[in-house]
């Protein structure tokens, strides 16, 4: 290798070659720097380097004594890093290059020869992927705290009735618990799909170098297994270029915030007086600074803003990627910034949410006398006379005819005497009783799926086998 000026790497005007005859402007090197951002991803360039380093000494690519050299710089690398003594240079771009220069000044020459073969095309899609590939672990550690802590809420309220609701009107009751667990359905699903994604995150771009590979006999496969990877990605220039990876996590990402922003405003409904249904523990809202008596949900509130800001960074990375010509080019820098957004921002509201599911304290009477007020036995009254003969159709109007009725004595259904009853059809009898009433209304719906609180609590031992 031929002699180059120690300070090459320091004086990134000259790190690329002696082509260049002016140095970067400051505007420029602002402008196009990463390191005050990328800087996060140091654990997993260090991981790919070392894989790199390895790999390199045993197919005798760089002697076992270079290995040694740079092996012992990088373990120092990261402690600096680690302890924050790190001096982390605009001048050197960004992460890669930061950390190679320290390298170098520590190992020397064995520094300068663990670029061989590796391009940081390569080396920042390896290292988004390791880095990404963990986040992901994290994140579904997550999402099974907060549906254990759903399940725990659903448990504690499997009996008690709620009025379920299609078009926000009373529809039929259902029970708390299996409202809940229509949440943890959800959030099952969005950690099916992160698994899924991981699978494709999870592959070695390292190899691909600039775009065409490289023609030093690396073992890929082996770099791949020393990383924990499921493989190695199959085209050079798929790999240095592809960012799907990246876009299929916010895409995830911005499902489960969706789910966490659709039961957030059920919480900020259910927690105003006109609903009254929940109260949130006070260690979870905050008050106001000129009304005395205010308790607001912000977390809900903030987490349901929150998920705008996740779903723009999917639309900003999927932006990025339109009309990007193969292979790679500067844009994909500007993966990092929505992408680690994303992750802090949905980690942060699972915990919370997960913490908050705790904090819910679920009124009974305030729900079951909501259910009350809408009629919501009508469906049931219907079914009985079904199966007293009737076609559901017929029993449909004649059900309409008894709670117009009802509603012009102001009460419900359960609370209309025999004799009236009988005048909408005389099938009716005193049992009629046991399927207006709430309670039998949700004891009756006692089907795979449904709310009767037998059902609701086999769901739950379900989830938690599923959940272990
Ligand atoms: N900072 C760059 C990024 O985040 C690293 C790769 C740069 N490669 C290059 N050829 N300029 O994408």
């Given amino acids: 290798m031929s002699k180059t000026p120690k300070n090459q790497l320091d004086r990134k005007s000259q790190a690329w070659s002696a082509l260049f005859s002016e140095p970067m402007s400051d505007l420029v090197k602002r402008y196009t720097a990463s390191v005050f951002?990328?800087?996060?991803?140091?654990?997993?360039?260090?991981?790919?380097?070392?894989?790199?380093?390895?790999?390199?000494?045993?197919?005798?690519?760089?002697s076992t004594q270079d290995h040694a050299a740079i092996e012992k710089g990088l373990a120092q690398v990261a402690q600096e890093i680690d302890s924050g003594k790190f001096?982390?240079?605009?001048?050197?771009?960004?992460?890669?290059?930061?950390?190679?220069?320290?390298?170098?000044?520590?190992?020397?020459?064995?520094?300068?020869?663990?670029h061989t073969g590796r391009s940081r095309n390569d080396q920042v899609a390896t290292d988004v992927r390791l880095w990404l590939r963990d986040e992901i672990d994290l994140i579904l550690a997550l999402l099974g705290d907060l549906q254990r802590a759903l399940l725990g809420l659903a448990e504690r309220n499997a009996d008690v009735i709620m009025p379920g609701f299609t078009h926000l009107q009373v529809a039929q009751p259902v029970s708390f618990g299996h409202h809940m667990l229509a949440y943890v359905e959800m959030f099952g699903r969005d950690a099916e799909r992160m698994t899924d994604v991981?699978?494709?995150v999870n592959r070695l771009p390292l190899g691909a170098a600039a775009l065409a590979g490289t023609s030093y006999p690396l073992d890929r496969e082996q770099v791949a297994g020393a990383l924990g990877m499921e493989g190695v990605c199959q085209?050079?220039?798929?790999?240095?270029?592809?960012?799907?990876?990246?876009?299929?996590?916010a895409a995830a990402a911005s499902l489960a915030m969706?789910?966490?922003?659709?039961?957030?405003?059920?919480?900020?409904?259910?927690?105003?007086q006109s609903f009254g249904f929940i109260d949130i523990a006070d260690r979870f809202c905050t008050g106001s600074s000129i009304?005395?008596?205010?308790?607001?949900?912000?977390?809900?509130?903030?987490?349901?803003g929150k998920t705008g800001r996740v779903v723009g960074h999917l639309m900003g990375l999927i932006t990025l990627m339109k009309g990007q010509p193969l292979a790679y080019n500067k844009d994909n820098q500007e993966d990092k910034e929505p992408l680690f957004d994303t992750v802090d921002t949905l980690k942060d509201t699972l915990r919370i949410f997960a913490e908050m599911a705790e904090g819910i304290t679920v009124r009974a009477d305030a729900m079951e006398k909501a259910a009350l007020r809408g009629y919501a036995t009508a469906?049931?009254?219907?079914d009985y006379l079904v199966k007293k003969g009737l076609a559901f159709r017929d029993a449909h109007e004649t059900v309409a005819h008894a709670v117009k009725a009802a509603m012009s004595h102001q009460v419900d259904l359960s609370e209309l005497p025999l004799a009236v009853l009988k005048q909408f059809n005389s099938v009716i009898e005193k049992d009629v009783y046991d399927v207006l009433s709430l309670r039998g209304s949700l004891d009756a719906r006692d089907i795979l799926g449904g709310t009767a609180p037998a059902q609701v609590r086999s769901q739950i031992a379900r989830h938690r086998a599923r959940l272990g």
Wanted: net charge negative.
């Fill in 37 to 62: 951002f990328d800087k996060r991803l140091w654990r997993a360039d260090i991981a790919g380097s070392l894989a790199h380093a390895d790999m390199l000494a045993k197919q005798g690519i760089i």
């Fill in 87 to 114: 001096e982390w240079k605009l001048d050197l771009e960004d992460v890669h290059l930061n950390i190679e220069a320290r390298l170098t000044q520590l190992a020397g020459d064995a520094g300068k020869r663990l």
């Fill in 198 to 200: 991981r699978r494709r």
């Fill in 235 to 249: 085209n050079s220039i798929d790999a240095v270029s592809d960012r799907d990876f990246a876009i299929e996590f």
């Fill in 258 to 272: 969706i789910h966490i922003s659709r039961l957030s405003e059920e919480l900020v409904l259910w927690m105003s």
């Fill in 291 to 304: 009304m005395p008596q205010k308790k607001n949900p912000d977390v809900p509130e903030l987490a349901r």
């Fill in 379 to 382: 469906t049931d009254l219907a």
